[in-house]
């Protein structure tokens, strides 16, 4: 079993700072997606990282895949009061029939203005 | 209606009914999803429908039960289920292609389902 581990659990800052979450796990991953949650919403796809060491940037928003394919990193500028959400990391692993996606319990971040 | 779509939004029920759960999707995908979200744990994946056929039972107990008609609509059939069962069911879909490995997931807005 994947095990993803997203620190920290909870998250609450001011309007204008930055701040980074994190998504470890032991084990190796063919790429990972990052979403982000609204209250009374299902998760939204933010983005998709599949290469070791690749970084990708989303207007204020940089995701990092760690070298070895088993961290992300996910940062934001300048946060804003509508980055508020449940940031979730999802691992994949395999494919067609033996495709599985596992979830970490994400990081609920509050921006207040 | 676009993107993936679930009715109802929110569902309370007894121990001794029985109910179902629909979700819809729009975006021409071929594989569609059950998840179930609850308070301090991990999505859980429940079942994977590719190509209408059901590829993953992630040990879900035989109380829930999937129904894939086609490849726009899923069914979870709900019967004596447990106040432990109360949670955010979500309906998901993506597109499952030979040769790539990234399976992006589109999600519905869920049913909070409550069992009393």
């Known amino acids: 079993t994947q095990l993803l581990e997203q620190s920290p659990q909870f998250l609450s800052i001011q309007e204008g700072e930055n701040l980074t979450v994190y998504c470890n796990s032991s084990s190796v991953f063919s790429s990972l997606q990052w979403y982000r949650q609204e209250p009374g919403e299902g998760p939204v796809l933010l983005v998709t990282v599949v290469t070791g060491g690749e970084v990708k940037k989303l207007k204020r928003l940089t995701f990092q895949f760690g070298d070895a394919r088993k961290d992300s990193s996910l940062h934001i500028t300048a946060a804003q009061p509508g980055d508020t959400g449940l940031y979730l990391c999802a691992g994949e692993v395999g494919g067609g029939s033996n495709y599985k996606l596992t979830f970490g319990k994400g990081t609920l971040l509050t921006v207040n203005p | 209606e676009t993107g993936v779509t679930q009715t109802p939004r929110h569902l309370v029920m007894g121990m001794t009914n029985k109910k179902s759960l629909k979700c819809e999707q729009h975006l021409g995908h071929n594989a569609m999803y059950w998840y179930k979200q609850s308070a301090k744990k991990p999505l859980e994946l429940m079942f994977v429908y590719n190509f209408k056929e059901q590829t993953e039972n992630n040990s879900v107990p035989s109380r829930f039960s999937p129904e894939c008609p086609n490849s726009s609509h899923l069914f979870l059939h709900l019967h004596t289920l447990q106040p432990e069962d109360s949670a955010l069911y979500l309906c998901?879909?993506?597109?499952?292609?030979?040769?790539?490995?990234?399976?992006?997931?589109?999600f519905g807005p869920g049913t909070r389902l409550t069992v009393t």
């Open positions: 998901a879909s993506s597109q499952v292609q030979v040769g790539t490995s990234s399976y992006e997931q589109y």
